[in-house]
């Protein structure tokens, strides 16, 4: 789903720039609110975690691949706002460093895999909460619907961007049943990704999870053959896993992904590149402007062995993002706490 330079005119791009200018300042505010101090770490934590599981390309259709988008798990996790900034942070990391995206394209880029999929993911997600039963299982259903439609979703709003800014003749009903058939297959890698992650999470630390709180019911017991509710307990129970045994064990898990599972990830084409070679969206595709940076096409420059090369890549890759995305949340965390401070309100 990577736009590259060349796929959209420059006005159009421009547009898409403004919008995802204006939706990263909304979410800068939002983001505020949704992190504190248990939950900033995490933030920059699924950022890198995206990151990694992106160079997961798994097959999904004769000569297609497909690989997690992360809207809908970054939004579940910690929230829409922070979710916005998480892919926002991936997507200028793939850009600068890997060539992975065009940069006179991240505009289209981010509203559509950063904004598109937070939004409708959440939406979904939240519209499922409302209906289904508040237990911690049902938070993990929601969590696969919500990502199974959030990737068709964008799919649609690629369409709809070509339609508008593309820069090659091609019917824009064939691009939009081609883009969309073929994403709803990844829809469902995104969907099995999102769930389980989601799902493992809450299974040691539900507190952490945005899309979790507010779920647990209280305790009923049956009184004279009546139910009722238990008695509030009197101190909160012990988490089954410290935050910082968490954060490592993400960490861990983000640097074996990217450094040594995506060796063996699908070298088809993704879901786009597929597109746009069969009906000819890439005619007017531009060399990437990062195409001659030593981390190009996620290999390290003159290291000969592939596998090292690329899991090279891959663990810088994942290092540089946490560190960016942690240094945004926690910059936005501290400015939290600077606005409710005593001096802040005059207290």
């Known amino acids: 789903m990577h736009v590259p330079d060349g796929f959209i005119d420059a006005p159009t791009s421009a547009v898409t720039g403004v919008v995802a200018a204006g939706a990263l300042a909304v979410s800068l505010r939002g983001a505020r609110r949704e992190l504190d101090e248990r939950t900033a770490p995490l933030a920059g934590l699924v950022a890198a975690f995206i990151f990694a599981v992106q160079m997961l390309n798994f097959p999904v ?3 297609t691949s497909g690989h997690l988008l992360g809207g809908a798990l970054a939004a579940i996790l910690v929230g829409p706002c922070t979710a916005v900034l998480c892919v ?17 394209a991240l ?3 981010i509203t559509d895999m950063a904004i598109v999929t937070t939004v409708v993911s959440y939406a979904v997600f939240r519209g499922l909460l409302a209906v289904l039963p508040r237990k911690r299982r049902t938070v993990t259903v929601a969590s696969f619907v919500a990502a199974l439609v959030s990737v068709p979703a964008a799919a649609v709003a690629f369409t709809l961007i070509y339609a508008v800014g593309g820069t090659t003749d091609v019917s824009i009903g064939k691009v939009a049943t081609a883009m969309i058939g073929v994403h709803v297959l990844i ?22 999870v945005h899309g979790a709180r507010g779920l647990r019911q209280r305790l009923r017991l049956r009184v004279n053959g009546e139910l ?7 101190a909160p129970v012990a988490a089954r896993t410290s ?20 060796f063996y990830a699908s070298a088809s084409p993704d879901g786009l590149e597929k597109v746009a070679h069969d009906k000819g969206i890439d005619k007017k595709a531009e060399k990437h402007v990062s195409a001659d ?3 190009a096409d996620y ?28 240094a945004v949340f926690w910059a936005l965390r501290r400015r939290r706490a600077d606005d409710v401070s005593p001096a802040s309100t005059g207290v």
């Open 293 to 295: 940076s030593p981390l």
């Open 88 to 104: 926002s942070v991936v997507l200028l990391m793939q850009g600068v460093l890997f060539a992975d995206g065009g940069l006179t």
């Open 228 to 234: 009722v509710d238990a008695p509030a307990p009197t």
């Open 243 to 262: 935050r910082r045994t968490l954060w490592i064990t993400g960490l861990v898990t983000s640097l074996v992904l990217a450094g040594f599972v995506s």
């Open 61 to 63: 259709a004769a000569g």
């Open 187 to 208: 829809g469902i890698g995104e969907a099995v990704i999102t769930a389980l992650t989601v799902g493992a999470v809450i299974a040691v630390r539900p507190d952490l």
């Open 299 to 326: 290999g390290v420059r003159d290291i000969a062995d592939a596998r090292l090369s690329g899991g090279l890549a891959g663990v810088i890759g994942v290092g540089v993002t946490v560190v960016a995305g942690s």
């Open 107 to 109: 505009g289209v880029n």
